[in-house]
């Protein structure tokens, strides 16, 4: 039998298992990881966040995310906001901002207060191959026609340092996002998937979302489907940056700089800690 120490966090919904390994290297599999990440039979989670020490000079953590299925993936932006709440009240770190590296490269996160932690998103990717999506001409287009089955859709596809395709709807809340998130990323388009955004324009300063993440489904809330979907929205003419992203869980603010950096900015929130024997 295996035990494990852990912190149970949530941002606006978005549920996650946090663990330690500054001190003792991370060593569960994704069959673990899985068999935990069950909320009938394990702890129950939208994605495992794992706090390493620094392989990179200038760098304060390597910040490490799976999804319940066991696959680790590129970024994760609530986690983030979880992530460097963990770490300032455990006692790991008392810096007022961290630099973290994560699968696919550096992010930036600050703390504004007890309530708020500011992560910087960095560039959106658009170029289509490096996203990856397969689309030709690889020339980014802040809206493509997809062929799905019969139908052809517009959507706005990009990364966030993980693959997002966007869909601007007016019924957002009565659609079946299992069916249709189930379609759109076994496509041929997205050859390592995607987190599939259905978006709701409500003014040019307010949009509505909600994600069918890779590896999870539904959750209540996404921190990455909230810049790419606010980008995507800025980008056709439909709202302006900065943009507040409200989601089944709660609300992000979205901002952009003149480096063309994205900014969410949102709470995170504790549990409980525990440890369990598996």
Known sequence: MNKIKFSKMHGLGNDFMVVDATAEAF???AQQINYLGNRKTGVGFDQLLVVEPADTAGV?????????????????GNGARCFAKFVKDKGISNKKQLIVKVKKGLISIRYQDDDHIEVDMGQPVLTPSEVPFMYSPDVYQNRYELVLGKDKLPASVLSMGNPHVIFFVSNLWQLSLTELGTIIQQSSYFPQSVNVNFVEIIDKSHIELRTYERGVGETDACGTGACASAFAAAEIGAAKLPISVKMRGGELAIHIDEKQHLFMTGPARWAFDAEITY
């Open 60 to 76: 304060d953590f390597n910040y490490r995310i799976f999804n319940t299925d066991g696959s680790e993936v590129e970024h994760c």
């Open 27 to 29: 060593s569960l599999t």
